[in-house]
Nanobody, 115 residues
Framework: VQLVESGGGWVPPGGSLRLSCAAA????????MNWYRQGPEKARDWVAT????????AYADSVKGRFTISRDNGKNTVYLQMNSLKPEDTAVYYC?????????WGQGAQVAVSS
């Protein structure tokens, strides 16, 4: 299983970024996908989940209404559109899936929100 994130960077408060996670090595279209994040000196926290068909999603309260998770099963890719970014959104963002009872993680994408 391989998960590769891209799209991180620096944005000012109120800005937007879109993260992508390209997946390989498992039947992507049949598995839920998750985004997590880990801020400086913080635990890794769940951000959002999208189920296999893409019709069902769930969000942490801290990002609800600002972030949107989506997936393209034809491209084996999951996305996280982040709008109205705040300094407290600064973190390394990780793509995740649980395949055959094992958690897999990408290498992470750094997002920095500051003025």
């Amino acid at each position: 299983v391989q998960l590769v994130e891209s799209g991180g960077g620096w944005v000012p408060p109120g800005g937007s970024l879109r993260l992508s996670c390209a997946a390989a090595g498992f039947p992507f279209s049949t598995y839920p996908m998750n985004w997590y994040r880990q801020g400086p000196e913080k635990a890794r926290d769940w951000v959002a989940t999208i189920f296999s068909t893409g019709s069902n999603t769930a969000y942490a309260d801290s990002v609800k209404g600002r972030f949107t998770i989506s997936r393209d099963n034809g491209k084996n890719t999951v996305y996280l559109q982040m709008n109205s970014l705040k300094p407290e959104d600064t973190a390394v963002y990780y793509c995740n899936t649980n395949y055959r009872s094992r958690d897999y993680w990408g290498q992470g994408a750094q997002v920095a929100v500051s003025s």
